[in-house]
């Protein structure tokens, strides 16, 4: 009799256990706990829970562009076509006279040797000593000299071929499929044309950050909006530094959503809706529709501000919010489960005391 008396005092205290639930594992804070985040006027916790609506997305949408800075803006296509430091020219001289000034009896066709335009923008021409050509056309370059050698030999013609040099070039560097020195030509002297020049982006369009440096300022892009906008297509002059990278933008997934972990951004405007269709959705045996949290910080490091973002998905509304509401890097998505979840968890809990408990008083008996 003591021993059925004391199983039936164990089999009570385990069962009373279990209904408080103590110790059961959860896959993370309730929704009720997450709704009831920011405390209490006398205890407040520093987090603020906000309901979703319009007035919200609005406002919490409001990111700063890519910085663009004006020093970039506005400007017109450099004069590509203009004879720069470094250039190399190609210079052929055709004569009207038997006895030629520049080659042999005989020989009208005279083609000079490569002459590269020194720092002062210089060549030198025999018969016409130094000429300043920094700064002209290839047609302006073939009347200097003509005019230079016109005393000495009547009408020459003068056919001029220019090599860009690195004084006109602008350098392609990080996930392009060729990195290096690009010269600034005619059809060739804007963003979208050099990058086109280097092969492109190895990294998907989507997930490719432009920066263009230029001394001491720097322009940030996405590829994509690159492609679309054709303001932001700023027009390179000599000097100027392209770097290509990925977009390495991430969010953070726990809770019931179909899988927990990290997941990448795909595209500039990446959407809570996005987030939850890389995740997988929504777990169907365990999440709360009603508990779909967004925690985001923000401010500076020494007094971040904390904000955690509500969404009900049990309503066609807050599918429409989910669509419009655009995740930022380092966000953390969060689904809470459903309370029935909890509840299972009990009655399993419930289920293995009684069995300990019938187990016991087997013994007894």
Same mark, same amino acid.
Do not use: W
């Given at each position: 009799?003591?021993?059925?008396?004391?199983?039936?005092?164990?089999?009570?205290?385990?069962?009373?256990?279990?209904?408080?639930?103590?110790?059961?594992?959860?896959?993370?804070?309730?929704?009720?706990?997450?709704?009831?985040?920011?405390?209490?006027?006398?205890?407040?916790?520093?987090?603020?829970?906000?309901?979703?609506?319009?007035?919200?997305?609005?406002?919490?949408?409001?990111?700063?562009?890519?910085?663009?800075?004006?020093?970039?803006?506005?400007?017109?296509?450099?004069?590509?076509?203009?004879?720069?430091?470094?250039?190399?020219?190609?210079?052929?001289?055709?004569?009207?006279?038997?006895?030629?000034?520049?080659?042999?009896?005989?020989?009208?066709?005279?083609?000079?040797?490569?002459?590269?335009?020194?720092?002062?923008?210089?060549?030198?021409?025999?018969?016409?000593?130094?000429?300043?050509?920094?700064?002209?056309?290839?047609?302006?370059?073939?009347?200097?000299?003509?005019?230079?050698?016109?005393?000495?030999?009547?009408? +020459? *013609?003068?056919?001029?071929?220019? =090599?860009?040099?690195? /004084? @006109?070039?602008? &350098? %392609?560097?990080? !996930?392009?499929?060729?990195?290096?020195?690009?010269?600034?030509? +005619? *059809?060739?002297?804007?963003?979208? =044309?050099?990058?086109? /020049? @280097?092969?492109? &982006? %190895?990294?998907? !369009?989507?997930?490719?950050?432009?920066?263009?440096?230029?001394?001491?300022?720097?322009?940030?892009?996405?590829?994509?909006?690159?492609?679309?906008?054709?303001?932001?297509?700023?027009?390179?002059?000599?000097?100027?530094?392209?770097?290509?990278?990925?977009?390495?933008?991430?969010?953070?997934?726990?809770?019931?959503?179909?899988?927990?972990?990290?997941?990448?951004?795909?595209?500039?405007?990446?959407?809570?809706?996005?987030?939850?269709?890389?995740?997988?959705?929504?777990?169907?045996?365990?999440?709360?529709?009603?508990?779909?949290?967004?925690?985001?910080?923000?401010?500076?490091?020494?007094?971040?501000?904390?904000?955690?973002?509500?969404?009900?998905?049990?309503?066609?509304?807050?599918?429409?919010?989910?669509?419009?509401?655009?995740?930022?890097?380092?966000?953390?998505?969060?689904?809470?489960?459903?309370?029935?979840?909890?509840?299972?968890?009990?009655?399993?809990?419930?289920?293995?005391?009684?069995?300990?408990?019938?187990?016991?008083?087997?013994?007894?008996?």
């Amino acid at each position: 009799m003591k021993i059925s008396i004391l199983s039936h005092c164990t089999r009570s205290l385990l069962l009373a256990a279990a209904l408080s639930g103590c110790g059961l594992p959860r896959g993370g804070p309730s929704h009720s706990s997450v709704l009831n985040a920011e405390g209490t006027e006398q205890n407040p916790t520093g987090i603020t829970v906000i309901e979703v609506d319009p007035a919200v997305i609005a406002q919490a949408n409001v990111v700063a562009p890519m910085s663009i800075h004006s020093t970039f803006m506005g400007k017109g296509d450099f004069a590509a076509d203009q004879i720069a430091a470094g250039d190399t020219l190609a210079i052929t001289v055709f004569e009207n006279v038997e006895t030629p000034l520049l080659g042999n009896a005989g020989q009208r066709i005279f083609s000079l040797p490569a002459l590269a335009v020194d720092q002062k923008g210089n060549i030198f021409l025999p018969y016409a000593d130094e000429l300043h050509v920094a700064g002209l056309t290839l047609a302006g370059v073939r009347e200097k000299i003509r005019v230079a050698l016109a005393d000495q030999t009547p009408d +020459p *013609q003068i056919v001029v071929e220019r =090599t860009a040099g690195n /004084a @006109a070039t602008v &350098s %392609v560097l990080g !996930t392009v499929m060729k990195q290096g020195l690009v010269p600034l030509e +005619p *059809q060739v002297n804007r963003l979208t =044309t050099v990058i086109a /020049a @280097a092969g492109g &982006s %190895v990294v998907d !369009t989507a997930d490719t950050v432009v920066t263009v440096v230029r001394q001491s300022h720097s322009a940030d892009l996405r590829l994509d909006e690159l492609m679309l906008f054709g303001d932001r297509d700023i027009a390179l002059r000599p000097g100027d530094r392209i770097i290509l990278r990925e977009d390495k933008r991430t969010i953070s997934i726990f809770g019931a959503a179909g899988m927990q972990g990290t997941l990448k951004f795909a595209g500039g405007n990446f959407t809570l809706s996005d987030a939850l269709a890389g995740a997988g959705g929504l777990n169907g045996a365990r999440a709360y529709p009603k508990g779909v949290f967004v925690y985001r910080m923000s401010g500076a490091p020494a007094h971040p501000i904390e904000k955690v973002y509500h969404f009900d998905l049990s309503k066609v509304q807050g599918t429409f919010y989910a669509s419009q509401f655009i995740m930022r890097n380092k966000d953390v998505l969060y689904v809470s489960e459903a309370p029935f979840v909890n509840f299972g968890r009990v009655l399993d809990a419930i289920r293995g005391t009684t069995s300990a408990a019938e187990n016991l008083s087997t013994i007894g008996n």
